[in-house]
């Protein structure tokens, strides 16, 4: 445990953070499995919806610092390629 009062700080600040992360990483799971649900469906137009819905969310996370912008533009664009191959 920590011995000095910033170091308490820190770990405090770090345990509320990693709450708020580990939600936000969670959001965006979410969206990016909606897209996929309705992708398996094989409802075209359902996917484009819910494609238009996650990335917003999947930016956000980006910004927020959840995920890496590279990684989220790969899997938005390989999600558009597949509701595209639909």
Do not use: C, W
């Amino acid at each position: 445990m920590a011995n000095h009062p910033s170091a308490a700080k820190r770990h405090r600040q770090t345990v509320r953070r990693t709450a708020v992360n580990a939600s936000r990483k969670s959001r965006v799971r979410g969206f990016v499995k909606d897209v996929e649900t309705a992708i398996a469906s094989g409802d075209k137009e359902k996917a484009r919806a819910a494609l238009r819905a996650a990335q917003p969310e999947m930016q956000r996370g980006v910004k927020k610092g959840v995920a890496q912008k590279r990684t989220v533009s790969r899997k938005l664009s390989r999600l558009s390629a597949r509701i595209k191959a639909l």
